[in-house]
């Protein structure tokens, strides 16, 4: 059974840091490109970020480049958003999700992506 399990979300005032984990199991988890999405109150969940399966490939949406890392730890199964710079826009629920292992260009769709986590929440305020 694959499960993807987020941590690290919260409150923090504008212009602060947080880091966001996502704890992978029951998949071969270097096997999977991965990602993070977002969704805000009212609003369809949207793409920030993928790495790929090394780690070495990354591509951002443009609302967070520059402002947010992602990476991963193939050996702990874990993968990371690093958050900077954060603004009261980027409030929302924060899932991770793995896959597809197949592709041409960069996947920024939901149903793109094969497993996803239950979300954590990240709160920013002014």
Not at 29 to 39: D, K
Not at 69 to 89: E, F, G, V, W
Request: with cysteine; aromatic share 12%; proline share 4%.
């Amino acid at each position: 059974q694959v499960r993807l399990v987020e941590s690290g979300g919260g409150l923090v005032q504008a212009g602060g840091s947080l880091r966001l984990s996502c704890a992978a199991s029951g998949l071969t988890f270097s096997s999977y490109p991965m990602a993070w999405f977002r969704q805000a109150p009212g609003k369809e969940r949207e793409f920030v970020a993928h790495i790929g399966r090394s780690g070495s490939s990354t591509y951002y949406a443009e609302s967070v480049k520059g402002r947010f890392t992602i990476s991963r730890d193939n050996a702990k199964n874990t993968l990371y958003l690093q958050m900077n710079s954060l603004k009261p826009d980027d409030t929302a629920v924060y899932y991770c999700a793995a896959g597809p292992q197949g592709y041409r260009s960069v996947p920024t769709l939901r149903h793109q992506y094969d497993y996803w986590g239950q979300g954590t929440q990240v709160t920013v305020s002014l």
